[in-house]
């Protein structure tokens, strides 16, 4: 098993910045992708980032140029700088761990709640 704990969420205004970070702990050996989904309200489930052991990233349309995700191999923690957010950004943040790089992964955190206000 694998646990994924997030942290880092919270209120910011349209313009500003967050920073999430997702710890993975257990059976990390078999893990090669992490990454971020979202969902807001009344709305699916999307992915918005992923990487995986060698560094390869992936990114929905909409965030491309103002969010960055990036990876601890050695303290197993995966990161996503945020910058420049929207209000429709505004969704809750899940971690996501699996094998393969832009697909959903078995292992998921809790989820952390991002809200940005106009």
């Known amino acids: 098993q694998v646990q994924l704990a997030e942290s880092g969420g919270g209120l910011v205004q349209a313009g500003g910045s967050l920073r999430l970070s997702c710890a993975a702990s257990?059976?990390?050996?078999?893990?090669?992708?992490m990454g971020w989904y979202r969902q807001a309200p009344g709305k699916e489930r999307e992915l918005v980032s992923a990487?995986?052991?060698?560094?390869?990233?992936r990114y929905v349309d909409s965030v491309k140029g103002r969010f960055t995700i990036s990876r601890d191999n050695a303290k197993n923690t995966v990161y996503l700088q945020m910058n420049s957010l929207k209000p429709e950004d505004t969704a809750v943040y899940y971690c996501?761990?699996?094998?393969?790089?832009?697909?959903?992964?078995?292992?998921w955190g809790q989820g952390t709640q991002v809200t940005v206000s106009s």
């Open positions: 996501n761990a699996g094998s393969y790089l832009g697909y959903r992964g078995p292992y």
């Open positions: 257990g059976s990390i050996s078999s893990i090669n992708a």
């Open positions: 990487i995986n052991s060698g560094g390869t990233t």
